[in-house]
């Protein structure tokens, strides 16, 4: 089973607080949703395997697996969890996608490659994994060579982040038609809420990019219990239904 889009275009990207919380947020989201697990969230590989299989039963293999906020140093925790755990979805910084492809073994999940804003509407920062984003002088490209260089690493699909909201919209309009001009899939991720989720969706839409996959995280936690609210989730399911 693959991604389960919405109308083949949209598919939800949030986290779980808990097992039960997974299966919460499955229901409410009609299935159309990857609910996020962090590697960071373990103390070392073998008990994220254990316990992600759990989580693998109860969301029929829709679950992402996460970095961690972006963390780079997870880079290589996330790329030997892919050995044990055949997940619909994995989450990578742009470097070590062809070493995640190679551990998970085959050509059916979804492996995103993290790029980041430069500044320059058109240009990307693929500089983002755990030495390389430090460098003095980053790594910035053409999005149009950055999706070709994911494809030949066996990725699926840009993860754009950290986008602060709507903070770099021009970039976000330009790494849009990118992906529309290469039928490739894009990843909003960074600052999404349900205030500006509408306007970011439909930048994005408008740009005709064919699918998305959103990635809404603490804006819809709760505080408190670390869960995903479930009534959040349906909200934003109801935004996409009213976009497509």
Known sequence: MGINYY????????????????EEIYQAAEKHVEVGVLSASYPDVPSAVEDMKKYMDVLEGNLSVGLGGGNPAQWKAVAEIAKGIKANHFNQVFSAVGYTRANVGNESSHI??????SGTAGMVKISTGPLSKDCEQPAVIPVDTAI?????????SIKFFPMGGLK????????????????????PTGGISPDNFREIMEIILQAGVEKIIPHVYSSIIDKESGN???????????VVKELI
Do not use: W, Y
Request: charged fraction near 25%.
């Open 112 to 117: 995103n490659a993290l790029v980041s804003p």
């Open 168 to 187: 770099c919209r021009e970039e976000l309009k330009a790494v849009a038609q990118s992906c529309a001009r290469n039928h490739f899939i894009l990843e």
């Open 228 to 238: 995903t609210k479930t009534d959040e989730v349906k909200k934003l399911l109801s």
């Open 148 to 156: 070709a260089m994911i494809r030949e690493m066996g990725g699926n």
């Open 7 to 22: 109308h083949h275009r949209v598919c939800l990207n949030v986290l779980a607080g808990s097992l039960k919380n997974a």
